[in-house]
């Protein structure tokens, strides 16, 4: 009966043990500088859109620097982290890229901005062999990185048409109803 509690005493502890240690490993894309500056910007559709190209215009260039590195585990796991961190940019800005399109908002300027770095980002991951400990990773990052280049054209060509034809609505950062 003793050997019995202390095994299970012994499993609970590691099952806690683990639980604590993925909790602590769940990565933040952004410092809490950027974070705070995304915070500021949350009321500026269109520069908020500008600042998320450039963190992930940054997350790009590291994985693009570390392309050139000797292959190692470190190495490995740190291009999945960054992977994983541009992945997760990118899904957050097609959010936020919903969420303006639905209230109207002129962001032309950030979609413009979005359009050019899209395909040098997606260059950069298709360039990027594939080795075992990111591969899962490069390609939820192309596979991201398409749809959010996708979205970046259609929103802009949506938006040019729509401000074409509603001028006095430009520059506005949500529709107000009339």
Request: aromatic share 6%; net charge negative.
């Amino acid at each position: 009966m003793r050997l019995c509690r202390i095994f299970i005493s012994l499993f609970l502890f590691l099952t806690v043990a683990s639980v604590l240690r993925a909790q602590k490993e769940q990565r933040q894309p952004l410092t809490e500088a950027e974070i705070d500056k995304v915070r500021e910007a949350g009321i500026f559709p269109d520069e908020r859109i500008t600042l998320y190209t450039k963190f992930m215009d940054e997350h790009a260039d590291t994985i693009k620097g570390l392309t050139n590195r000797r292959t190692s585990m470190a190495r490995g796991k740190r291009i999945d982290d960054e992977l994983l961190d541009l992945t997760a940019l990118m899904d957050e800005l097609g959010s936020n890229l919903d969420q303006y399109s639905e209230r109207r908002a002129d962001i032309r300027g950030g979609l413009k901005k979005l359009n050019e770095a899209a395909p040098n980002w997606l260059r950069i991951l298709r360039a990027l062999a594939g080795e075992p400990e990111f591969d899962e990773a490069r390609k939820e990052a192309i596979e991201a990185g398409e749809e959010l280049a996708d979205e970046g054209k259609r929103l802009l060509t949506e938006q040019n048409e729509y401000f074409a034809t509603h001028k006095e609505e430009k520059g506005q950062e949500r529709a107000e109803p009339k």
